[in-house]
């Protein structure tokens, strides 16, 4: 069964743009090139304001900053999120969604990300594939290995630099998500609350998917204990960006010497 799995990846990644994802990748690993930031953890912990207010920080520090998400962050992108997050399609099943989920990624990899680090720019990226091992890998029942071969073989396993995973409490993180995207519908008629009304179970086993990753790649990824004040919370990713690419201090040098 894996090794028709394997081929059907193999078929379905078109050879142009998995050769192009890869291409892309050396050049960036081959010359110098920005850093790439991810931000994961469960809906309503928080995370986007976080993310935010760490662009802010860098942006104050002259640094050039490229802030996106998934799934979106382009045109094809955000058409995909919407069919995602709508009620409407509750019918989904759980690996139409996660092919949905890596299409909107390569695109976004090709059109975004990968110019971006390029370019020289820090990229802060609201999610990536941690998001569909621990969702869809995890909360939907489809296991590690088939996210991970599909990033394999679709995005060339293309890693962050730094991820945060904000880690916080089950219940009040999905209930801040509903209340937010209530108001949200409300609005603008904008219906983002397809995975919100998931069960605390498939939470539960989201936040446990998150946790395993964390511990397999130690390295890259660090837990942020998202349940304190926001600018505790803040206060925190400060001082691991910092300490990991000396970021901040480095920019307050480099101004104070021009």
Same mark, same amino acid.
Do not use: W
């Given at each position: 069964?894996?090794?028709?799995?394997?081929?059907?990846?193999?078929?379905?990644?078109?050879?142009?743009?998995?050769?192009?994802?890869?291409?892309?990748?050396?050049?960036?690993?081959?010359?110098?090139?920005?850093?790439?930031?991810?931000?994961?953890?469960?809906?309503?912990?928080?995370?986007?304001?976080?993310?935010?207010?760490?662009?802010?920080?860098?942006?104050?520090?002259?640094? %050039?900053?490229?802030?996106?998400?998934?799934?979106?962050? /382009?045109?094809?992108? #955000?058409?995909?999120?919407?069919?995602?997050?709508?009620?409407?399609?509750?019918?989904?099943?759980?690996? !139409?969604? +996660?092919?949905?989920?890596?299409?909107?990624?390569?695109?976004?990899?090709?059109?975004?990300?990968?110019?971006?680090?390029?370019?020289?720019?820090?990229? +802060?990226?609201?999610?990536?594939? #941690?998001?569909?091992?621990?969702?869809?890998?995890?909360?939907?029942?489809?296991?590690?290995?088939?996210?991970?071969?599909?990033?394999?073989?679709?995005?060339?396993? +293309?890693?962050?630099?730094?991820?945060?995973?904000?880690?916080?409490?089950?219940? !009040?993180?999905?209930?801040?998500?509903?209340?937010?995207?209530?108001?949200?519908?409300?609005?603008?008629?904008? #219906?983002?609350?397809?995975?919100?009304?998931?069960?605390? !179970?498939?939470?539960?086993?989201?936040?446990?998917?998150?946790?395993?990753?964390?511990?397999?790649?130690?390295?890259?990824?660090?837990?942020?204990?998202?349940?304190? /004040?926001? #600018?505790?919370?803040?206060?925190?990713?400060?001082?691991?960006?910092?300490?990991?690419?000396?970021?901040?201090?480095? %920019?307050?040098?480099?101004?104070?010497?021009?």
């Amino acid at each position: 069964m894996q090794s028709s799995l394997r081929k059907l990846l193999n078929i379905a990644a078109s050879q142009a743009n998995r050769h192009s994802i890869e291409s892309c990748i050396i050049s960036c690993v081959s010359s110098p090139r920005g850093k790439f930031l991810t931000f994961e953890g469960l809906d309503g912990c928080g995370k986007s304001t976080q993310l935010e207010r760490l662009a802010g920080k860098l942006r104050e520090r002259g640094l %050039a900053i490229t802030v996106t998400r998934e799934p979106g962050g /382009t045109p094809t992108g #955000d058409k995909i999120r919407q069919l995602l997050l709508d009620t409407k399609t509750s019918a989904l099943s759980s690996k !139409a969604e +996660l092919a949905l989920m890596f299409a909107s990624r390569v695109q976004h990899i090709e059109e975004i990300i990968l110019p971006a680090l390029a370019a020289g720019h820090i990229v +802060l990226c609201d999610r990536f594939t #941690d998001s569909s091992e621990a969702y869809q890998g995890g909360g939907r029942k489809l296991g590690s290995e088939l996210v991970l071969e599909l990033h394999r073989v679709l995005c060339g396993n +293309l890693a962050p630099d730094l991820t945060i995973l904000m880690d916080s409490e089950v219940g !009040a993180s999905v209930e801040r998500a509903r209340r937010r995207n209530q108001a949200r519908t409300n609005a603008d008629s904008l #219906d983002e609350n397809r995975f919100e009304r998931e069960s605390r !179970a498939f939470f539960s086993r989201v936040r446990s998917g998150y946790l395993e990753i964390a511990k397999r790649e130690p390295q890259r990824v660090t837990v942020v204990d998202a349940r304190g /004040t926001p #600018d505790q919370t803040h206060a925190k990713i400060l001082q691991i960006v910092d300490e990991r690419f000396g970021l901040l201090g480095s %920019a307050v040098k480099a101004r104070n010497v021009s």
